[in-house]
């Protein structure tokens, strides 16, 4: 059975390059436009992995998407990886190892992502 990606992000058209690239590696994938029906989708779908945008309703909606899903007990395992344009967008850099505490997530990426490291990525976080 392949493993189950949910992609949360509210820009339709990389959803959908992103579905084709994860699709052709092997992975089912889902999506959500937006962080709450996100949750839902985890609470209902069980996903595997979850790719998560930044700036989507507001321009931090990611953040606390990401918040929720690591304090909910439920969900405090799912591995996030968080893709977003919201450094070239606002001028910050993230970078997991010395942003850890404030970014809840196992792996942060800059759109735009080349796809063989989006698989790349995804493989890692799922054990591959």
């Given at each position: 059975m392949p493993k189950k990606i949910l992609i949360i992000d509210d820009d339709i058209d990389l959803v959908e390059a992103m579905r084709m690239t994860l699709e052709g590696a092997g992975f089912e994938v889902i999506d959500?436009?937006?962080?709450?029906?996100?949750?839902?989708?985890?609470?209902?779908?069980?996903?595997?992995?979850?790719?998560?945008?930044?700036?989507m309703g507001t321009q931090d909606e990611g953040f606390h998407v990401a918040y929720q899903i690591k304090n909910t007990e439920s969900m405090a395992d799912l591995p996030i990886i968080m893709l977003s344009?919201?450094?070239?967008?606002?001028?910050?850099?993230?970078?997991?190892?010395?942003?850890?505490?404030?970014l809840p997530v196992n792996e942060f990426i800059e759109k735009p992502v080349n796809p063989a490291v989006l698989i790349e990525v995804v493989k890692s976080n799922l054990g591959f």
């Open positions: 959500a436009q937006e962080g709450e029906k996100g949750i839902a989708k985890i609470e209902s779908e069980n996903p595997d992995l979850v790719i998560l945008d930044v700036m344009a919201v450094g070239q967008e606002t001028g910050f850099s993230f970078d997991k190892e010395k942003d850890e505490d404030f």
